[in-house]
Structure formats: C-alpha cells, structure tokens
C-alpha cells in the first residue's frame, strides 16, 4: 500500500498453513477496534474464494457495518434477555473473528490447491519433455549405430 500512499495500521504475517481461530484473532481484533473508535467507516474482507481444484475466485465483502437483511413476513418483535443490544455486543465481535477467519482458510485452500494443480502441470511437462527427449536420443543412437554398420560393410566389401 505504500505506492498507492496509504498507512499500513498492521502487518500480519507468518499465519501459516494450518492456522487457528486465534492465530487469527488479532487481525480481528484490530478489525474490530478500529471500527468502534471511528478509525474505518467500511471495512472490506478480499480474499480468494476455493469453488474447486481448479476454480477459485477472488472476493470482495463488505464486513462493517453489517447491513440487517429485510425478510419479508418477518415483522416480529422478539424479546432478548438480557436486551438486544448486549446480545449484539456480544455476538458482532464473534462474527467478525469467525468471517476472518473463514476468509483465511478459504486463501489457504485456493493457494494450496493452485499450487498442487501447477505442480501436476509442470510434472506433466516433464515427463513429456523426458518421453520426446528419449525418443531424440534414441534415434539419434540408431542413426549411430547404422552409420557404423555402413562403415564395417563398406570396408568389408573394399577388402573382399
């Protein structure tokens, strides 16, 4: 981000392949802290999403402030114990950690499973490019060995 001339507020690096929900709760958490003292108006998760093997999309979610989906015929009033905005407090920071983390995983997959699909291609390549260069050699070794044939018979037949 330095080019586009953005602060960078953190760097999380060194997750690794198998990473736990908290492995990734400081990235949540600085989500989340930012968010509540007004330092982000939007906050937005891009990772690439794995569909399969060879598909994987890239993702661009909106993740704060939560937009409450309208349902129609949902016109319920529910009562919350304790009220409605503890119950909130405590369950927005949860699916932050949970929507970050899911984003992580689902990078790790498609890395991984791009990088399984480029290594059966460049095993393939190779094992091509073994196959026509035997086949070179050997030909090559055949064109030899008849050119010395040629060369025993031409003197044998010169002596004879």
Known sequence: ??????????DFT????????????PISRVI????????FDLVYLAYARFFTTMTQR??????????????????????YEPSGEVVLAELLPRYVEMEVYHAILESIA???????????????????????LTLMYNKARQEMITKELLDITGGAVALG
């Open 1 to 10: 981000m330095m080019r586009y001339g953005r602060e960078i507020i953190a």
């Open 32 to 39: 989340i802290d930012g968010y509540t003292e007004g330092l």
């Open 110 to 132: 498609s890395e991984q499973s791009a990088r399984m699909v480029a290594m059966r291609n460049a095993t393939e390549n190779a094992n091509e490019l073994i196959q026509d």
């Open 14 to 25: 060194g997750i690794g392949d198998r990473p736990t929900l908290l492995d990734t709760l």
């Open 58 to 79: 890239p993702v661009l979610e909106r993740l704060l402030p939560i937009e409450p989906e309208l349902v129609e015929g949902a016109e319920v009033d529910y009562i």
